[in-house]
C-alpha cells in the first residue's frame, strides 16, 4: 500500500480515511515527504505549507474520530495554483512583482475546499500571470513524463504535481486552454466549468471574461467531487451563476442514450494522426457503450482564435493596471507583449472581436440543442517538445492552430472536459476533450466515467517517478 498509496484516486483514497484504514496525518506526511523528494527536479510547488497542511490534517483525523464527516475531501490533500488568494500563504501568480503579496483572506474556492476538509498542501507554479510562458528568472515545472516535452500552459504545476503523485488533485485555471493542455501533457482528466459556474473571488485575473476556475484529477469521478465542493454562487462575485453549491449526483457511467456530435472534417484539421487514431477509439468506445454518433458541423472558430490573443490582451492590460506600465521592468517578455498590445487595440478593433465572440457563442449553442455532446481534441499537436513549441511561436497560423480546440470555448464559456486516452509511440500522454451545452457538467462527467470505466488510460503514470 505505501508504495501505491500516492497514485490512489482521490475518491478511493477518501473511502480509505473516511472507513479508518489509514489516517489523514499518515497521508499528510507521505505526501510532504514525496514533495521533498522529487520537487527538486519538478518544480511544481511555489510554495509547500508543511505546516500548515500537518494541522489540517490533524484536524481532520479528530473530526473524522468523532464521526464528522464533511465532505469526500475530507482528509485528502490537494494544491492549488499560486494565482488564488490564500491568506496563510503568499500568492505571487507567478510573477515577480507580487512575490511578497499575503492576501487578506482565502479566495472563496480555498475557502471551500478547506470548508469541505481537504488538507492544502501548498501553492503550484504557474506561468507568468497565467498566460503563456513563465517568468524568467522563476522556474518552470517539469513534464514527469519527459522533460523535453511541454507540461502544459500556465497550471503547468497543477498538472505536474498530480501526474506526479505530490498531491491527489489541484485547482488549475483556464483561459485559453490551461487546465487542458497541462492535463492533456500528464496524463490527467481536468474540467473547464461553464464560465460563471465557479467563483473567480480572490482569483488573480488573467481575462475576466474568459478566465474558468476548475478542477484537475486522475479520474472523472474525482474532478466531479471536486467541482461539487467549489462551485455555486458567490456573493463575493456577482458573475458568478446563481444557485447553491451542487449535491454530488448519482451518475450512470455510460454512454447509453448520450447523442454525441462528431465533425470529421474539423477533428482532422491539421491533427497529427496519433491524435486521431485515439479519436477513433473514443469514438468506437462511444457506439459500444450505447452512445450514439452525429454527424454534425462545427460553427467556424477561426477568427475567434485568431482574435484569442488581443481579446485578452486588452483584459489583461486592465487587470495589471496598477504595475503595468509603471514597473514595466519586472515583467517577462511574454506577459509585457500580451499588455502592449491590449493597450494599443483601438475600441473599433475591440468591439469587432466581441461582436464576433457572441456570434460564435450563439452559433455553439444552437449546435449544442442537436446533441448532448461534442467530440474534440485538446490540441492537434502530439505531445510537443519545447523545441517545437518555440518553432510555433514564430509561426501564426501554426500557433493560432494550437489554441484552435480550445480558446473558442473561453470565449463561447461552455464547459469541456478533458482526459487521457492513450499515448504516443514514445510514451507520452495524449488528450481528448468533450464539450457540452451550459452547466451540463455532470453529463461530462458522465462521459468521462464511461471512458475511464471501460479503459485504464487514467491509471498510466510517469515512469520511474
Known sequence: MENELHYLEMSELSQLIRRGKISPVDVAQAQ???????????????????????????????????????SPLHGVPIAVKDLFWTRDMPTTAGTTVYRDFLPPEDATVVARLKDAGAVILGKLRMTEGAFAIHHPDLPAPSNPWGAAHWAGASSSGSGVATAAGLCYAALGTDTGGSIRFPCAANGLTGLKPTWGRVSRHGVFELAASLDHVGPMAR??????????????????????????????????ETFK???????????????????QHGLQQIMALIREDGGVLYSVRMPDARAVSTNWEQHCGVQTAIAHEATYPSRAAEYGPALSRLIDGGRALSGLAYQRIILAAQRYTGEVDALLHQVDLVLAPVQPYAAPTYEQLADLALDPEANRRLIQFTSPFNVSGHPCLSLPYGCTQQGLPLGVQFIGKKGSEAVLCRAGMAVQRASDWHKQHPPGI
Do not use: F, M
Open 219 to 252: 479520474s472523472a469521478k474525482d474532478v466531479l467531487y471536486l467541482l461539487c465542493a467549489i462551485a455555486g454562487h458567490d456573493p463575493k462575485d456577482p458573475t458568478s451563476l446563481p444557485g447553491a453549491c451542487l449535491e454530488i449526483p448519482e451518475i450512470a
Open 32 to 70: 510532504l515527504a514525496r514533495i521533498e523528494k522529487l520537487d527538486g527536479q519538478l518544480n511544481s510547488y511555489a510554495y509547500v505549507a508543511a505546516e500548515q497542511a500537518l494541522a489540517q490534517a490533524r484536524q481532520a483525523e479528530a473530526e473524522l474520530a468523532r464521526g464528522e464527516y464533511r
Open 257 to 275: 442514450g448520450l447523442r454525441v456530435g462528431v465533425d470529421e472534417s474539423w477533428l482532422s484539421d491539421g491533427v497529427d494522426p496519433a491524435i
